[in-house]
């Protein structure tokens, strides 16, 4: 039906720029126009979503520089993710990201049984003053975290966050991996790939040349250095360490039901295939009799008289 009408209002489109084209005073009655405008309307719409898919600035620096495609353990089918390094990346990021980085989705319950136990959770969130209430005469109070409270922020609002860093904005982290085009390795690479701007780029006060980010100039100055924190398992802290540990824990908060979606996956396809197995034997046994049944025809046999 729609096609039909579609076509219809194209020939009809045909048929009025053939007869304005010829007669000068028109004689359209008010439909054709109508069909007009909504056929022109659609060929616009159409045009604006092409021409917006196809990239005009053939300009590399402006997408940033491809990451490289890292071999992340957890990304493996049958892997999860690295415990031990989504500790380490905890600490990382609270000592350094933390400073400017919320982490908004990311309750300190939900560390447990991941990176720390029980016991540290609730020591790490009482460290920090939550304000809560009101209480009975109507005021708020401050009391020390407890592990249904979510990570601290930095700083109270975005204006104070731009304020603080010279107008750019720190995004939060909680998602991070999952909104970047490139995921953990475009964050790996950035946390990495700091270096001096190439001969003839100039870099504007305040900003810092990073290849991976779109446009080249980042907000954001280096902040990992070789030794720049001392991990308590002993493993050296470099700075590729570092940004891999802080990148699987962030790969983690993006998706932290990743290793139990993984293991339902495989409970799942084991089911399944002994259900496939059990019923192709069912099929088989129930349909034996009847493949291998013989038909023979007796033709009847003349009557002699
Ligand atoms: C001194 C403050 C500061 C610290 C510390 C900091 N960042 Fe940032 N970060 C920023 C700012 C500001 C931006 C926004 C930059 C921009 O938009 O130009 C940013 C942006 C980012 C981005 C987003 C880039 C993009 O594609 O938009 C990521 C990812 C990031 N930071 C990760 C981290 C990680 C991981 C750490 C800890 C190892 C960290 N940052 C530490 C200030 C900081």
């Not at 056929?39 to 159409?46: E, K």
């Not at 953990?184 to 701007?197: H, K, R």
Request: with cysteine; glycine share 8%.
């Amino acid at each position: 039906m729609f096609r039909l009408s579609a076509r219809k209002a194209v020939q009809q489109l045909g048929a009025q720029i053939r007869h304005q084209s010829t007669s000068s005073a028109s004689a359209a009655t008010s439909m054709n126009a109508k069909t007009m405008s909504m056929a022109a309307g659609v060929a616009t719409v159409g045009a604006a979503a092409y021409f917006s898919m196809e990239s005009a600035d053939a300009n590399m620096a402006a997408d940033g520089l491809h990451a490289p495609v890292y071999p992340w353990d957890h990304k493996k089918n049958l892997a999860t993710f690295d415990h031990a390094a989504i500790r380490r990346g905890y600490q990382v990021y609270k000592e350094v990201c933390a400073a400017c980085h919320s982490l908004d989705r990311i309750a300190w319950r939900n560390l447990i049984g991941v990176s720390h136990t029980e016991a540290e959770v609730k020591a790490m969130a009482e460290e920090h003053e939550y304000t809560d209430g009101p209480n009975d005469v109507g005021d708020m109070f401050e009391r020390p975290g407890k592990p249904s409270d979510y990570m601290p922020r930095p700083y109270a609002n975005e204006e104070q966050a731009r304020a603080g860093n010279m107008g750019a904005y720190p995004p939060d982290l909680s998602l991070m991996i999952k909104a970047r085009h490139g995921g953990a390795d475009y964050v790996f690479s950035l946390l990495t790939g700091y270096q001096d701007p190439p001969a003839g780029v100039e870099i504007r006060e305040g900003l810092n040349f990073n290849p991976y980010f779109p446009g080249g100039a980042i907000g954001m100055a280096r902040v990992l250095y070789d030794g720049l924190l001392e991990y308590e398992d002993g493993t050296p802290a470099t700075t590729s360490q570092m940004a891999k540990d802080v990148t699987i824990f962030l790969s983690w908060a993006a998706e932290p039901e990743m290793d139990e979606r993984k293991k339902m996956g495989m409970k799942a396809l084991t089911m399944l295939a002994v259900l496939t197995g059990l019923s192709v034997y069912l099929k088989r046994h129930k349909w034996a009799g009847i493949k291998t049944r013989k038909i023979l025809y007796n033709p009847p046999t003349p009557k002699k008289h």
